[in-house]
């Protein structure tokens, strides 16, 4: 059975960090790729992060490069994604998906956790 499950999310004051966690069953950890996406109320997913699980080359959205950082620990199956200087405008749900090459095209992953919340307060 195919299954991603995010943890790590909360409230956060702004300029503080927090580090998400997706963990994957064998299912979906066969794929070659894991992103990293958010949604905010009444806006559009947004692509943040991908990592491949092999070589652990990434792409990275501009909006977080250099804040964000993506991660997998490939004996847990488990991909993190560390960020810091938190904004309010980072508030959103969270979400991982599996996918097969280092897209931001939300179209090209094919499985989705159910997202952990991220609320940045100012």
């Known amino acids: 059975q195919a299954r991603l499950v995010e943890s790590g999310g909360g409230l956060v004051q702004a300029g503080g960090s927090l580090t998400l966690s997706c963990a994957a069953s064998?299912?979906?950890?066969?794929?070659?790729?894991m992103g990293w996406f958010r949604q905010a109320p009444g806006k559009e997913r947004e692509f943040l992060a991908a990592?491949?699980?092999?070589?652990?080359?990434?792409n990275y959205a501009d909006s977080v490069k250099g804040r964000f950082a993506i991660s997998r620990d490939n004996a847990k199956n488990t991909v993190y994604l560390r960020m810091d200087s938190l904004k309010p405008e980072d508030t959103a749900v969270y979400y991982c998906?599996?996918?097969?090459?280092?897209?931001?095209?939300?179209?090209?992953?094919?499985?989705w956790g159910q997202g952990t919340q991220v609320t940045v307060s100012s």
């Open positions: 990592i491949i699980w092999s070589s652990g080359g990434t």
């Open positions: 064998r299912r979906v950890f066969i794929d070659y790729a």
């Open positions: 998906a599996t996918t097969s090459s280092l897209t931001t095209d939300e179209r090209r992953y094919k499985y």
